[in-house]
């Protein structure tokens, strides 16, 4: 069972380059999510998908793009990078009781971003 | 709006002495809060959640509406509890989950 799993785990890119980050899971989630940590900031939210077919936009979207391709599939784009995208990239998936409750995300191990 | 604070972002301390870590909450609704934990360089994983009543790794972590805080307390800090330790929130049928800036946790021997 490999949980969330993230690709690639490293990159480095010139600015205004563009790139996807890659999110799957595999425990029928519903709910799908793109954070990035900062030091000093926590995790923000970037995007998120509550269920397949929808997306919404988090705390701070600008510069990104997203896409829910399937149940499994969250992937999170990059048109023109900027150094100040410079991050740790988190995917991550959960999924709620039918009275709403939320037991916890499950993470990705990350992306490490760099933009020169 | 959701806000979660975590006043410490450094905490030291001598291995099996005590351990608290420091979470207040602002929210309108009903919250759920969780501890997330991140050993270095690793992904966040889990720690405890309010609903559960739990206790992991001897962790606990008692929400108290009163004070909007829900802090963490381990009675005797191991060498291996050193990480980064997140407080984080989410309202009642919301789906965004809300972090606190973190608190990096060193034990010394």
Redesign the interface.
């Known amino acids: 069972n490999a949980g969330v799993t993230q690709t690639p785990k490293f990159q480095v890119l010139k600015t205004g380059q563009s790139m996807t980050l890659q999110c799957a899971q595999d425990m029928n989630h519903n709910?799908m999510?793109w954070?990035r940590q900062d030091p000093?900031?926590?995790?923000?939210?970037i995007y998120?998908s509550?269920s397949e077919g929808t997306t919404?936009k988090?705390e701070v979207p600008n510069g990104y793009n997203v896409s829910r391709l399937n149940k499994r599939e969250f992937s999170l784009r990059l048109e023109s990078a900027a150094p100040s995208q410079t991050s740790v990239y988190?995917c991550?998936s959960?999924v709620?009781t039918g009275t709403?409750?939320?037991?916890?995300?499950?993470?990705?191990?990350?992306t490490r971003l760099t933009v020169v | 709006a959701q806000r979660?604070t975590?006043p410490e972002?450094l905490l030291s301390v001598f291995k099996g002495a005590p351990v608290e870590l420091k979470c207040n909450y602002s929210y309108s609704g009903s919250p759920?809060l969780?501890w997330y934990v991140q050993y270095s360089r690793?992904?966040?994983?889990?720690l405890l959640?309010h609903?559960s009543r739990e206790s992991i790794k001897g962790f606990t972590a008692d929400l108290n509406k009163g004070e909007t805080s829900f802090h963490l307390k381990k009675p005797f800090a191991q060498e291996e509890d050193s990480a980064m330790y997140?407080c984080a929130l989410?309202g009642?049928?919301?789906?965004?989950?809300?972090?606190?800036?973190?608190t990096t946790v060193t034990v010394r021997a």
């Open positions: 709910s999510y954070y000093g900031m926590g995790l923000r939210l998120y509550a919404d988090g988190f991550a959960s709620r709403g409750v939320n037991y916890g995300y499950t993470f990705g191990s990350g | 979660v975590q972002k759920e969780f690793q992904r966040l994983q889990l959640r609903i997140y989410s009642r049928g919301d789906y965004k989950l809300s972090f606190g800036a973190g």
